[in-house]
Structures are given as structure tokens and as C-alpha cells.
């Protein structure tokens, strides 16, 4: 699915459409494994690489 070889530890994706959407991947074993998905309008509680919530939503209002 992604290229691994840049040993990244931590892939966040931001889609937009149809809405906001934030999939966080983790390389693991030598492949990007999904850890969560979060929607527009839920908080995504993320212990790693630190600790953070973020809603994908609010990363998109003016």
C-alpha cells in the first residue's frame, strides 16, 4: 500500500473527501499497519509517537 523503505515509524493521512477523515498508520514488521481511523466529528485519543486528541474536523474550520 505505501512504500516502507523510508523506515518512517509514524503515517498520519488526512483525507477530505467526502469529509474529513484522519487514518494514522504505524510501520510495523516492514509494512504500514492502520491503528485508528477517526471521522468528522469524533476525537482521536493517539498515544503515539505522543500524546495527543485531535478531531479531523477542526482541522478544517475557518
Do not use: C, K, N
Not at 488526512?14 to 504500514?32: F, T
Amino acid at each position: 500500500m505505501f512504500d516502507s523503505r523510508a523506515a518512517i515509524p509514524h503515517f498520519w493521512r488526512l483525507e477530505v473527501d467526502p469529509a474529513p477523515m484522519l487514518v494514522v498508520y504505524e510501520l510495523e514488521d516492514g509494512r504500514y499497519v492502520e491503528r485508528t481511523t477517526a471521522l468528522a466529528g469524533a476525537t482521536a485519543h493517539l498515544d503515539s509517537p505522543f500524546p495527543i486528541a485531535i478531531d479531523s474536523a477542526g482541522l478544517f474550520r475557518q
